[in-house]
C-alpha cells in the first residue's frame, strides 16, 4: 500500500509547470514552481517543519510545549499543520485589518487567535509584535519561531526547495525568480544554485515598488506577503543579482491571467513573481532556463485580487462602459 503517515510528509516534492507559451512566448522557457501544492497550501510548509524539528533538537520547544507567532497567514498554517502531528498548542497573534477569513482558516487548524489593534507602531504593547513577544514571556513552554530572524527558515530551502529545482531540471536552469518577504525562498535557493553550479545561475528578486528590498523607502503597497520596511536577517543579499520592482496593478493583473489562460488559481505574488520572470526571460535566448517560485493558491484573495469591483475601486481595471451585458437581464 502507499499510504503516508500524515498530511506532514506530504511537504515539498512540488512540480515545475511550463508558463510559456501559455502566458506568452518567450525564446527562453519560463517554468512556475507550485508551492500551493503544498498540504497547507503555500511554501511556508517547508519552513514550518525545519523551524520546529530544530527547535526541538534544541530543546526550546518541548512535548506539550506552545508555539506562538505574530502572524496572519501561510506561516501560521505551516505551523499548525505541524502543530497538529506533534500535539503543540498554537498561538498566533495579528493585526485586525487581517480579513475574518484568514483567522478563521487558523482557527480551524485548532490555533488560538489573538486579535491585535493596527494603528499603533510596532513598539506599542498592544500591537501584534509585542503581543507575540509577551505571550512567549508568560506562556510555560512557549517558543517563537522568529520566521524574519531564524536561520532554520532559508536552511529549508537549502535543504528542500533548491534541490528539487536543480534535480527537476537536470542541472539546466539558468535563473531563479522570487518575490522576497523574511527572504528566506531566495536566500536559500540561491545559495544552494550558487553553489552547485558555481555561481552561473543568476538569481533575481521581485520586489513591489515601494519596498526596501528594491530601492523603496518601505511606502506601501497591496500585494501581500513579499516586501518589507525593514531588512531581516533572513535575507542574505549576497546570493541576489538583481531585484526587479513591479507594481501592483502588473502584479495583479498577471495574477488574474495566469488563472484564465494557464489554469493557476495563484496569490498576487505569484503575478509579482511572474512580471519579473517574464523581463528576464525576454532577454534570453532558448537555452534560458527560467524557474520562478509560485508561493499560494488564489483561494485567499477571491474577495480581493479576482473580485473586479475591488480592482475597480483601486483603479487597476477599467470598470465596463454603461449599457446592458451579456449577464444583465433584460
Ligand atoms: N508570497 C507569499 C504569499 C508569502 O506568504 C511569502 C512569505 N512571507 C512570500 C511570498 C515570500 O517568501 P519569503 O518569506 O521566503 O521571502
Known amino acids: 500500500?502507499?499510504?503516508?503517515?500524515?498530511?506532514?510528509?506530504?511537504?515539498?516534492?512540488?512540480?515545475?509547470?511550463?508558463?510559456?507559451p501559455g502566458i506568452e512566448r518567450t525564446?527562453?522557457?519560463?517554468?512556475?514552481?507550485?508551492?500551493?501544492?503544498?498540504?497547507?497550501?503555500?511554501?511556508?510548509?517547508?519552513?514550518?517543519?525545519?523551524?520546529?524539528?530544530?527547535?526541538?533538537?534544541?530543546?526550546?520547544?518541548?512535548?506539550?510545549?506552545?508555539?506562538?507567532?505574530?502572524?496572519?497567514?501561510?506561516?501560521g498554517v505551516g505551523l499548525a499543520l505541524v502543530a497538529a502531528r506533534r500535539g503543540y498548542h498554537c498561538v498566533f497573534t495579528m493585526p485586525d485589518k487581517i480579513s475574518e477569513e484568514k483567522r478563521a482558516v487558523l482557527r480551524a487548524y485548532g490555533a488560538e487567535v489573538v486579535v491585535c489593534p493596527t494603528a499603533v507602531p510596532p513598539d506599542d504593547p498592544r500591537s501584534y509584535y509585542e503581543t507575540a513577544r509577551r505571550l512567549v514571556r508568560e506562556t510555560p513552554g512557549g517558543w517563537s519561531p522568529d520566521q524574519y530572524s531564524n536561520p532554520h527558515n532559508p536552511a529549508a530551502h537549502v535543504a528542500s526547495t533548491g534541490p528539487e529545482i536543480w534535480r527537476a531540471t537536470d542541472g539546466r536552469v539558468t535563473h531563479f525568480v522570487a518575490g522576497i518577504g523574511t527572504g528566506g525562498t531566495i536566500s536559500g535557493v540561491g545559495r544552494y544554485l550558487k553553489d552547485v553550479s558555481d555561481g552561473a545561475v543568476q538569481i533575481i528578486g521581485a520586489d513591489p515598488e515601494g519596498s526596501v528590498y528594491s530601492g523603496g523607502s518601505g511606502r506601501p503597497y497591496l500585494v501581500e506577503g513579499v516586501g518589507e520596511d525593514i531588512w531581516p536577517t533572513t535575507y542574505d543579499k549576497t546570493v541576489v543579482d538583481r531585484v526587479e520592482a513591479v507594481s501592483d496593478r502588473d502584479s495583479f493583473l498577471m495574477t488574474r491571467e495566469l488563472a484564465r489562460r494557464c489554469g493557476l488559481l495563484v496569490g498576487g505574488s505569484c503575478g509579482l513573481a511572474?512580471?519579473?520572470?517574464?523581463?528576464?526571460?525576454?532577454?534570453?535566448?532558448?537555452?534560458?532556463?527560467?524557474?520562478?517560485?509560485?508561493?499560494?493558491?488564489?483561494?485567499?484573495?477571491?474577495?480581493?485580487?479576482?473580485?473586479?469591483?475591488?480592482?475597480?475601486?483601486?483603479?487597476?481595471?477599467?470598470?465596463?462602459?454603461?449599457?446592458?451585458?451579456?449577464?444583465?437581464?433584460?
Open 1 to 20: 500500500m502507499q499510504v503516508f503517515d500524515h498530511v506532514v510528509d506530504l511537504v515539498g516534492d512540488t512540480p515545475l509547470v511550463r508558463l510559456t
Open 274 to 330: 511572474v512580471v519579473a520572470a517574464l523581463r528576464v526571460a525576454r532577454e534570453l535566448g532558448p537555452d534560458g532556463v527560467v524557474v520562478v517560485l509560485l508561493p499560494d493558491s488564489g483561494r485567499g484573495y477571491l474577495s480581493k485580487i479576482f473580485n473586479d469591483e475591488w480592482m475597480y475601486e483601486y483603479g487597476f481595471l477599467e470598470p465596463p462602459a454603461e449599457g446592458p451585458t451579456v449577464g444583465d437581464a433584460l
Open 27 to 75: 525564446s527562453a522557457q519560463v517554468l512556475g514552481k507550485l508551492e500551493y501544492l503544498n498540504p497547507g497550501g503555500s511554501v511556508k510548509d517547508r519552513v514550518a517543519l525545519t523551524m520546529v524539528a530544530a527547535a526541538e533538537e534544541s530543546g526550546l520547544l518541548r512535548p506539550g510545549g506552545t508555539i506562538i507567532e505574530p502572524t496572519s497567514g501561510n506561516t
